[in-house]
T-cell receptor, first 112, second 112 residues
Framework: KAGVTQTPRYLIKTRGQQVTLSCSPI?????VSWYQQTPGQGLQFLFE???????NKGNFPGRFSGRQFSNSRSEMNVSTLELGDSALYLC???????????FGPGTRLTVT | GQNIDQPTEMTATEGAIVQINCTYQ??????LFWYQQHAGEAPTFLSY????GLEEKGRFSSFLSRSKGYSYLLLKELQMKDSASYLC?????????????FGAGTRLFVKA
């Protein structure tokens, strides 16, 4: 069974631009969560999607948004990028019968 | 609000036993997780506790006391490869979905 995949793996953007990151969960998993990881703040919860619906949202500004498609693939978008958005963005999927989350390798975003 | 505390760093000797503590405050508690994260890699699942008591899995054990808001991860027969960050995370089940809040992580250094 293939693991969680994220694209792209690395990204460099300029302040003010927007970016879209993609996550493909493990086959059969319907829950996808997104996290931002920085050295200073650790892993912070962004949002969780299940069956195309956002079930939970963390304490991030509205510039951070996401969606989930019918095949459970998910995207997150960050608009009007700021230097502080430089981070590793991780997505994780979980199945209905399991409680553990399987993480993808992450997308490292650098904003200059 | 939600708060998770764990030590920033710990050092232990190969072959020894180490206990990493975690205290938390949260509403809607729906389970506590421990993840391992090697530098530059995604977190990997270690254990899950939702009821009080000890869960053992090979060299790793995790304990939970919900009344005290306390958990620990016990690593036995330490190996050099156990040098990593250990993340304590709490799942909040309010709102119908699952929101997982991570602690800042404990960096464990295993020395020969």
């Amino acid at each position: 069974k293939a693991g969680v995949t994220q694209t792209p793996r690395y990204l460099i953007k300029t302040r003010g631009q927007q970016v879209t990151l993609s996550c493909s969960p493990i086959s059969g998993h319907r829950s996808v969560s997104w996290y931002q990881q920085t050295p200073g703040q650790g892993l912070q919860f962004l949002f969780e999607y299940f069956s195309e619906t956002q079930r939970n949202k963390g304490n991030f500004p509205g510039r951070f948004s996401g969606r989930q498609f019918s095949n459970s693939r998910s995207e997150m978008n960050v608009s009007t990028l700021e230097l502080g958005d430089s981070a590793l963005y991780l997505c994780a999927s979980s199945g209905q019968e399991t409680y553990e989350q399987y993480f993808g390798p992450g997308t490292r975003l650098t904003v200059t | 609000g939600q708060n998770i505390d764990q030590p920033t760093e710990m050092t232990a000797t190969e072959g020894a036993i180490v206990q990493i503590n975690c205290t938390y405050q949260t509403s809607g508690f729906n389970g506590l997780f421990w993840y391992q994260q090697h530098a530059g890699e995604a977190p990997t699942f270690l254990s899950y506790n939702v009821l009080d008591g000890l869960e053992e899995k090979g060299r790793f054990s995790s304990f939970l006391s919900r009344s005290k808001g306390y958990s620990y991860l016990l690593l036995k027969e330490l190996q050099m490869k156990d040098s990593a960050s250990y993340l304590c995370a709490v799942r909040d089940g309010r709102g119908g979905g699952f929101k997982t809040i991570f602690g800042a992580g404990t960096r464990l250094f295993v020395k020969a």
